[in-house]
């Protein structure tokens, strides 16, 4: 332990804007989800279709969280950050100024805010190694709060949209895009605890090495439901409120942002609560308390008074979750927090892409997409099985070699 209090054991500018580079990333990469409605409506795509366009961006971001790992390890977190928010801003630009009028246009650009779900593997980074362990948790929980920004996508983009078009929300993005940029090339600044840079041979090894470790796998599941199924939510809530619910684009995007909100409020207090109690014990209550509230959600009557206050619940649950996570991630890999931010997030890209494209699936097939959200909650299950598995050995190990930091 350091003995120095938070703010004096870090990079406070960086801290920061690892924040806003984060938030703003979120906000494009969760574009598409309140659009889609808009979109499928012009287009004429049916569930399925307006499911897969929502997740393509997830599947897309949760790949070059992989090739952002590397890059982290190999040429720093400022220069990877600035490379992927240059490509965002290049490939939103020629969308807005050409125009999209197919699916596969549409599809193309999920791909392209990929790269802005990519951020994660930059951002987290970027604050972590700027701090000891015994403040971990509330360093990722503040950089990760940066997933708020799916909540400006929520509830900006339907009203841009009926008020401009939705291709045009495409260039209206590139304008806090742009002045993030600017400040992030200005204040943000790599800290000297890097790793030695690696060669690809060796960053390829180091992700087998990695994927041979049991651990690895482990986290990949939790945050695979955490982070999986608070971003499949996000993007999915406004279809479902306007499908399930007849409700319009804006009205759906305010109750999605009410939604996420919470969720991405508390992932600092899941941190917090992490460093506190425990990371185990943390996600143990997240594991059971969301399961519970899915299965639920599954079954229970299609009202907004109803779900709209179970959708919040378990958003909120999930956001406790996606701090505690990170929590513990850093205690366990420090020296390969590079690799293991690509591996987990790459986890947590797939849980999301999974759950929105199951629910498009879902009501495609059976009219509801009440079975999408039941096996998410039976995955919510496995990931609490496979904690109680682990915690024991976890503790007596690793865990007991960290003076001071509950895990």
């Not at 990760?144 to 009203?159: D, I, K, Q, R």
């Not at 709209?308 to 390969?336: D, H, K, S, T, Y």
């Amino acid at each position: 332990m350091t003995g120095k209090s938070f703010w004096e054991s870090g990079h406070r500018p960086t801290l920061i804007m690892a924040f806003l580079y984060f938030d703003v990333a979120f906000m494009v990469w969760n574009l598409l989800g309140p659009l889609a409605p808009i979109i499928a409506g012009e287009l004429g795509l049916n569930p399925a279709q307006k499911g897969l366009i929502i997740a393509v961006p997830t599947l897309a971001g949760a790949v070059l969280r992989l090739v952002n790992g590397f890059l982290v390890d190999r040429i720093g977190q400022k220069v990877t950050g600035a490379i992927g928010q240059l490509i965002v801003i290049a490939g939103l630009f020629v969308a807005w100024w050409f125009g999209v009028s197919s699916l596969e246009g549409v599809i193309a650009v999920g791909v392209i805010l990929g790269f802005a779900g990519a951020s994660f593997a930059v951002a987290l980074p970027l604050a972590s190694r700027w701090y000891p362990p015994e403040h971990q948790g509330k360093a990722m929980g503040i950089a990760g709060m940066g997933n708020s920004g799916t909540v400006l996508a929520a509830l900006f983009a339907p009203l841009l949209a009926h008020a401009f078009g939705w291709n045009n929300v495409f260039g209206l993005a590139l304008i806090p895009l742009v002045l993030v940029f600017i400040a992030y090339m200005l204040l943000v600044k790599d800290s000297a605890d890097q790793p030695p840079a690696k060669t690809m041979g060796e960053y390829v090894r180091g992700y087998f090495r990695m994927l041979g470790e049991g651990d690895a796998w482990w986290f990949i599941l939790f945050y695979g439901v955490t982070f999986g199924g608070f971003v499949g939510l996000a993007g999915s809530l406004p279809s479902w409120f306007t499908g399930e619910l007849s409700m319009t684009p804006i009205q759906a995007g305010y109750a999605t942002a009410a939604c996420v909100f919470v969720g991405s409020l508390v992932r600092p207090v899941g941190g917090a609560m992490a460093d506190r109690i425990g990371g185990i014990r943390t996600l143990s209550l997240v594991y059971a308390i969301s399961a519970l509230l899915l299965a639920v959600i599954s079954f229970a009557p299609v009202s907004f008074l109803v779900m709209f206050p179970l959708f919040f619940a378990v958003m909120g649950v999930l956001g406790i979750g996606n701090g505690a996570v990170f929590q513990l991630v850093p205690q366990r890999f420090r020296n390969e927090i590079g690799v293991m931010t690509g591996l987990v997030g790459f986890g947590g890209g797939v849980g999301g892409f999974y759950l929105a494209s199951s629910l498009g699936l879902a009501k495609q097939w059976t009219g509801s997409p009440a079975a999408g959200f039941l096996i998410f909650a039976g995955l919510a299950l496995i990931a609490l099985a496979g904690l109680s598995s682990v915690k024991k050995r976890w503790r007596t190990t690793w865990g007991a070699a960290i003076q001071g930091v509950r895990i």
